[in-house]
T-cell receptor, first 113, second 113 residues
Framework: DTEVTQTPKHLVMGMTNKKSLKCEQH?????MYWYKQKAKKPPELMFV???????INESVPSRFSPECPNSSLLNLHLHALQPEDSALYLC????????????FGPGTRLTVT | KQEVTQIPAALSVPEGENLVLNCSFT??????LQWFRQDPGKGLTSLLL?????REQTSGRLNASLDKSSGRSTLYIAASQPGDSATYLC????????????FGQGTILTVHP
């Protein structure tokens, strides 16, 4: 099973709200990733977790706060977002960080009003 | 910094044609090259992964090649079908950015009956 699941599928939030995105995989992968994808653009890496520790932060604003509570679960906490943060947020996982195949989830479509 | 370019940006072909999508990258120290398919509003589906030590990979009607010395990869699709219509993304892994996938802008493929 090479499935990565993400919830919710769609999210609409106001600029003062706090919400969270959830990602789960049960492939035993020890690397998990958050990407942001704007319309008609390729995905851009936000964060990388390796063995539940943050290993890469691509200078993402602090209004995005990642969390990896265990090896199967990755969260992205959102607070005080801006309308320009509206995008498709994709989660991915791989066996480890490095030359392993990345598997992507279906994404969460986020709209900030 | 790794840069990945895909040509053409869009391609429209009649059903049954064989076609080639091109991907070039600037950092030849990549450890792998991954091809993905993305349907509108959906996540990424991994098609083929080529490790840096490999020259090509095949899956069904798909064949991907990798030439690190020239900084190029191609995705060959045989006997195209309308169901192949999607955006195809290539992504280079590693190089000077270990742990990162750097994506090209994608090729939008339309296969018409």
């Amino acid at each position: 099973d090479t499935e990565v699941t993400q919830t919710p599928k769609h999210l609409v939030m106001g600029m003062t709200n706090k919400k969270s995105l959830k990602c789960e995989q049960h492939m035993g992968h020890r690397a998990m990733y958050w990407y942001k994808q704007k319309a008609k653009k390729p995905p851009e890496l936000m964060f990388v977790y390796s063995y539940e520790k943050l290993s890469i932060n691509e200078s993402v604003p602090s209004r995005f706060s990642p969390e990896c509570p265990n090896s199967s679960l990755l969260n992205l906490h959102l607070h005080a977002l801006q309308p320009e943060d509206s995008a498709l947020y994709l989660c991915a996982s791989s066996q480890e960080v490095g030359p392993w195949e990345q598997y992507f989830g279906p994404g969460t479509r986020l709209t900030v009003t | 910094k790794q840069e990945v370019t895909q040509i053409p940006a869009a391609l429209s072909v009649p059903e049954g044609e064989n076609l080639v999508l091109n991907c070039s990258f600037t950092d030849s120290a990549i450890y792998n090259l991954q091809w993905f398919r993305q349907d509108p509003g959906k996540g990424l589906t991994s098609l083929l992964l080529i490790q840096s030590s490999q020259r090509e990979q095949t899956s069904g009607r798909l064949n991907a090649s990798l030439d690190k010395s020239s900084g190029r990869s191609t995705l060959y699709i045989a006997a195209s079908q309308p169901g192949d219509s999607a955006t195809y993304l290539c992504a280079g892994g590693g190089g000077t950015s270990y742990g990162k996938l750097t994506f090209g802008q994608g090729t939008i493929l339309t296969v018409h009956p």
